[in-house]
């Protein structure tokens, strides 16, 4: 997969001509509407209140979340039949990115301040993959990689990454733009060796999965808004949480090898489990 691998493509509404896309490109969208509808205190101090970066374009996690908000609004807006879909829009796409987006803590513009002069967090450090790795979910899934299925699976386009290495690599620590801590057990925690650590490799796999379900959905504009929100969002709650996350004591060097496994105690011979507790 080239590393070039971009979401910002024409958005296809050609399920419903008759109605157009009110903007041509994200950036036009963003400057035309977005901006001007939201209306925020927005701090002056980098690391506190709200932040927003005037160069918004230059965060990757940015620009990913913002298209994909952009598609759920001109599905929103060509929804004729539902007079509720613009608040729909608001509380179950707008509010949820714009709480990840202005965060002043950790989010992708944190650091931002009046000059412009910040550069950003940039994307996630990644080491390469053992020679050899596989990347073992321990879900036993029915294929390797995720390929589209049912009866227009012909016509769904291909999956954009074969394996879960290429998804982290080339997509996923690029969308993802956050100040991660440089001492464990500190704020926000990410290992550049995360695939030694199975839970981080359980969960990508589903969230790569997801990503590709999301992608392949031309009837629903709102699909990879949905996938942020949904899916990446939770995820990475848990993987960079830097108190008790998979990955909360790595540090810079990448030599911490992970807290292990959950110790289990088999239960008697004569154990069975309470019927009461099984539905």
């Known amino acids: 997969m080239d590393v070039d691998f971009d979401l910002d493509e024409e958005l296809d509404l050609d399920a419903e001509p008759e109605v157009e896309p009110a903007y041509e490109s994200v950036d036009d969208w963003v400057q035309h509407y977005l901006a001007r509808v939201i209306q925020r205190r927005i701090s002056d101090r980098p690391g506190h209140g709200l932040t927003w970066d ?12 913002l298209t994909a908000l952009w598609w759920a609004w001109e599905s929103a807006r060509r929804s004729v039949e539902d007079r509720a879909a613009m608040s729909g829009w608001w509380v179950e796409h707008c509010e949820p990115h714009l709480r990840m987006l202005l965060d002043g803590v950790t989010g992708p513009m944190s650091g931002a301040d009046d000059t412009g002069t910040w550069g950003g967090y940039g994307p996630l450090t990644c080491d390469p993959v053992p020679e050899g790795w596989i990347a073992d979910d321990l879900a036993d899934l029915s294929h390797e990689h995720p390929i589209p299925i049912g009866e227009d699976a012909d016509e769904l386009p291909a999956p954009a990454f074969l394996r879960l290495e290429d998804f982290v690599k080339n997509y996923l620590r690029h969308v993802i733009n956050r100040k991660i801590d440089d001492k464990p057990g500190r704020g926000l925690s990410w290992d550049r060796r995360w695939w030694q ?9 589903a969230l790569w999965w997801a990503f590709e379900e999301a992608r392949s959905s031309p009837d629903d504009p709102a699909a990879m808004s949905s996938w942020w929100l949904r899916h990446c969002d939770p ?7 830097g108190e008790s996350g998979p990955m909360s004591n790595a540090d810079v060097d990448g030599s911490w090898p992970g807290h292990g496994s959950l110790l289990i105690a088999y239960p008697p011979e004569d154990w069975q489990t309470p019927k009461y507790l099984t539905p």
Do not use: I
């Not at 005037?54 to 979340?65: C, I, L």
């Not at 650590?197 to 796999?205: A, F, G, M, N, T």
């Not at 995820?235 to 949480?241: I, K, P, Q």
């Open 197 to 205: 650590h199975q839970e981080v490799v359980s969960r990508l796999k």
């Open 235 to 241: 995820h990475m709650r848990v993987l960079l949480d």
């Open 54 to 65: 005037a160069r918004w374009w230059r965060h990757g996690e940015a620009v990913a979340r």
